[in-house]
């Protein structure tokens, strides 16, 4: 915590420049042949050779994107490799061994994975300004985005161990947005609700209640399902796994990853999320969920 406190805040690669070797020194890599290769972030050279300003640092983003993915996707290659699954993307086998208590491995990095892409795609390398028409849905669903800003990073922040924060959009009740959360590798999409794993008493309202983060005059008068019975789709998610915040932030930076990182959200990619989640109802098969992931 000292060096915490006495560390410069700018440049944020401080931290980082610290280690006397490179760290994928210490990642095992797998050699085999797989098709889970690793997937193009939208700004993913820019980030590749600068980090995240005033978020990232490279050394940063290079450990937790493309060292970690890589690990995920190795790994998920060693899983599969001469099998049914070899060919199949991470969403669909996190969708196919949701239910299935033999296949942990397999769900996890593959939700790992997909999980990972989610958060580091919907990042820029300088601050955007929401959509107007995203904008209006954020007002009417939270009061304001000031609002629904200090719901998401205090919700991130009481989480008690690693996982991801979603903002999701509702597709039955009239596309209002919520918070939700998974630890772990969990997944919040409903047709992998068994691997939900949003248990934690501390970032949920009232424990089983599914609609405990939900917000605004949309959320009124809904009623109590069972869990993974919400038709949502997720448009958002920051990552509060310690290997991506501790080297630039130190053990007590949680909250400055958090603020920082709401400063780097690209919110034009999060309205595609949110318009591409009506075209999603319906006749949903594994491949539709996040058909790019």
């Known amino acids: 915590m000292l060096n915490r406190l006495l560390r410069p805040q700018a440049p944020l690669r401080a931290a980082s420049s610290?280690?006397?070797?490179?760290?994928?020194?210490?990642?095992?890599?797998?050699?085999?042949?797989?098709?889970?290769?690793?997937?193009?972030?939208?700004?993913?050279?820019?980030?590749?050779?600068?980090?995240?300003?005033?978020?990232?640092?490279?050394e940063a983003f290079d450990f937790a994107w493309t060292q970690y993915q890589s690990l995920m996707l190795d790994k998920l290659n060693l899983l599969t490799q001469d099998t049914v699954d070899a060919d199949l993307k991470p969403a669909d086998l996190l969708v196919k061994y949701s239910r299935r208590a033999e296949m942990a491995s397999v769900f996890n990095h593959a939700s790992m994975a997909h999980n990972n892409h989610f958060f580091?795609?919907?990042l820029s390398p300088v601050q955007t300004e929401i959509p107007d028409n995203l904008a209006k849905t954020i007002i009417d669903t939270c009061s304001s985005v000031e609002s629904l800003k200090l719901d998401f990073l205090a919700t991130a922040n009481a989480m008690f161990g690693p996982g991801f924060v979603w903002l999701?959009?509702?597709?039955?009740?009239?596309?209002?947005?919520?918070?939700?959360?998974?630890?772990?590798?969990?997944?919040?999409?409903?047709?992998?609700?068994?691997?939900?794993?949003?248990?934690?008493?501390?970032?949920?309202?009232?424990?089983?209640?599914?609609?405990?983060?939900?917000?605004?005059?949309?959320?009124?008068?809904?009623?109590?399902?069972?869990?993974?019975?919400?038709?949502?789709?997720?448009?958002?998610?920051?990552?509060?796994?310690?290997?991506?915040?501790?080297?630039?932030?130190?053990?007590?930076?949680?909250?400055?990853?958090?603020?920082?990182?709401?400063?780097?959200?690209?919110?034009?990619?999060?309205?595609?999320?949110?318009?591409?989640?009506?075209?999603?109802?319906?006749?949903?098969?594994?491949?539709?969920?996040r058909r790019t992931i």
């Open 120 to 122: 580091f795609n919907c």
């Open 18 to 58: 610290l280690l006397q070797k490179p760290v994928s020194a210490a990642l095992p890599r797998f050699q085999f042949r797989g098709v889970h290769h690793m997937p193009q972030l939208i700004h993913g050279s820019n980030f590749k050779e600068n980090g995240i300003s005033e978020f990232l640092s490279p």
């Open 168 to 289: 999701a959009k509702n597709l039955d009740r009239k596309g209002m947005i919520q918070i939700i959360c998974t630890y772990n590798a969990g997944s919040p999409y409903p047709a992998a609700h068994a691997r939900r794993q949003s248990v934690d008493m501390a970032t949920n309202a009232s424990l089983g209640n599914q609609y405990a983060g939900s917000m605004g005059s949309l959320s009124a008068n809904t009623k109590e399902l069972a869990p993974g019975a919400l038709d949502l789709e997720p448009i958002l998610c920051v990552n509060t796994w310690e290997h991506v915040w501790m080297m630039d932030y130190g053990v007590g930076g949680k909250a400055e990853y958090l603020e920082r990182w709401w400063n780097r959200i690209n919110w034009e990619v999060v309205l595609e999320n949110y318009n591409a989640a009506s075209t999603l109802r319906g006749n949903r098969t594994a491949g539709d969920w």
